[in-house]
């Protein structure tokens, strides 16, 4: 299944250096022969949100069917630092956006760890330090970063003119902007349609394509009216896309300024919050505590109705916002892709498989192509293509990764090859197999 030229037929796959040679409807001949007899044949799926920090946790996305991840909602503030301490040493294929947000926590010394959690947050930036921050993004993408990452949310100080003027750099390097747009959360938010129109008319305005990350949290109630806005203002030549993960909860970090309105809250609020580390629910007395010792939360406050929404909408990719599976996260990190699959597709009837597949392949690579001349080789099944490919039984495929455990690795992905190597061989991880390469934007010296 092929879901960029639609093919949906039996067909024999060869592949040769890494990269697919032949789709043939007559057997081929080869040193090494898989057996996919009854099974689905499709393009790796293509991971646009991710923030995990050790090779091992792209094992738990290996076998949950992703062949190529990006760091791009936060970004990094050293491009070069970010892929030479991955090279060599990844299962799958992997790239980062620089990042607005950790490029101020620099400029500003702010002293938090992923999100801002001092000045970078709470602070203007002056025109010197503005003057950084955009040099900052400028020198990220002429290192080859895939786009310019947004954490809107957690940069609340940070001012129109200056969040324009990042846009425009990135404009000027045909890379996109991958945000989480400002005021909207898990944690809750006054309007949610201001974020989101904010990043359309700096979209609007300079030229930068924008990308918004996990529409079902970040929208929550108004998940109807944030498509229609986006839909529209595709309609209107705004080159605006969007993503979702297959969750109930979101997960940040508890001394962000997500929670800076959660000082006084009913005990049922804080009911809503769960302490990744231990499992338990918060009350008033720990979430203070907590926050003070700062970490990972949970936020149990999306239904099941919305995110089926989000999932489903034409327009949504299935991207899954995963972390380190070590120390435990969000079961999202290893479950996202075939759970989507499980359940919308299999179980509930409200996505097709090709749909499912297009939102996890084509999509995602499009979003990155023009950025990076490589993703045009990857995210489809054809000759040339880059070998990533999975292969799995549709009838049995899910995750197992919960709240409570959530290091645990999807099953039902039989075989997945990234750039002709065997990462997952008969449903289990291939130890010591790292062919994962860079994805990366061209470098200006
Ligand atoms: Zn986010």
Same mark, same amino acid.
């Given at each position: ?6 093919l ?12 697919? @040679? ?8 080869g040193?090494? $022969?898989?057996?996919? $007899? ?7 799926? #293509? ?5 995990? $920090? *050790? ?5 738990f996305?290996?076998?949950d ?30 790239? =980062? ?5 950790? /490029? ?7 002293p ?21 921050i955009?040099?900052? +993004?400028?020198? !990220?993408l ?5 786009? /310019? ?13 200056e &969040?324009? %003027?990042?846009f425009r ?5 045909k ?5 989480? #747009? ?8 006054? %309007?949610?349609?201001? !974020?989101?129109?904010e ?7 300079? !030229? ?6 996990? +529409? ?7 998940v ?5 806005? &986006? ?22 970090? &508890? ?6 309105t959660?000082? %006084? ?8 919050? @769960? ?35 989000a999932?489903?909408h034409p327009l ?14 969000h ?17 509930? @009837? ?38 990533? +490919?999975v ?8 995750? $197992? =990764?919960?709240?409570? @455990? ?35 934007a061209?470098?200006? *010296?």
């Open positions: 299944m092929d879901p960029a030229s639609g949906d037929a039996v067909r024999h796959v060869g592949v040769r250096g890494g990269r697919v @040679q032949a789709l043939s409807a007559s057997p081929l001949d040193h090494r $022969t898989i057996d996919a $007899t009854g099974l689905v044949v499709a393009p790796g799926f #293509i991971n646009l949100h991710w923030h995990g $920090t *050790q090779p091992r946790s792209n094992t996305e290996a076998m069917g992703v062949t190529s991840t990006f760091e791009l909602e936060i970004g990094v503030a050293d491009v070069d630092r970010w892929y030479d301490e991955r090279a060599g040493r990844m299962p799958i294929n992997y790239g =980062a956006a620089v990042g607005h947000a950790p /490029v101020r926590m620099r400029v500003m010394d702010d938090g760890a992923f999100v801002p959690a001092g000045p970078a947050a709470r602070q203007p930036a002056n025109d010197a330090q503005r003057g950084q955009l040099e900052g +993004i400028e020198r !990220g002429q290192r080859g970063a895939v786009g /310019v990452g947004f954490g809107l949310a957690y940069t609340p100080a940070a001012s129109r003119r &969040i324009l %003027d990042s750099v990135a404009a000027r390097y890379a996109a902007a991958y945000v989480h #747009i400002r005021g909207a959360s898990s944690a809750g938010s006054a %309007d949610r349609e201001e !974020g989101l129109l990043v359309i008319a700096h979209s609007a305005v300079s !030229g930068a394509p924008v990308h918004v990350a996990h +529409i079902n949290s970040s929208a929550q109630e108004a109807d009216r944030l498509m229609e806005v &986006i839909a529209q203002a595709r309609g209107n030549g705004v080159d605006v896309s969007t993503e979702a993960y297959p969750y109930t909860a979101g997960m940040t970090r &508890i001394e962000s300024f997500l929670f800076d959660w000082g %006084d809250k009913p005990e049922s609020e804080y009911a809503k919050l @769960q302490w990744v580390a231990t499992g338990e629910r918060l009350t008033r007395e720990s979430f203070h505590r907590y926050r003070r010792q700062g970490g990972f939360v949970l936020i149990h406050a999306n239904t099941e109705a919305r995110v089926r929404q999932i489903v949504s990719m299935i991207a899954s916002d995963g972390f380190d599976t070590e120390p435990p996260s079961p999202r990190s290893a479950g996202t892709f075939t759970r989507t699959l499980a359940r919308y597709v299999r179980e509930e @009837q409200v996505l097709t498989l090709m749909e499912a597949l297009r939102k996890m392949t084509i999509m995602p690579a499009q979003r990155l192509e023009t950025r990076v001349p490589d993703m045009a080789l990857r995210g489809r099944l054809a000759p040339g293509a880059f070998a990533d +490919i292969v799995f039984d549709p009838a049995t495929v899910h995750d $197992t =990764a919960t709240y409570e @455990q959530p290091a645990r690795y999807a099953v039902g992905m039989r075989h997945v090859l990234v750039n002709g190597q065997p990462v997952v061989h008969d449903g289990a991880p291939v130890p010591d197999a790292l062919p994962g390469l860079p994805v990366r061209p470098l200006h *010296q």
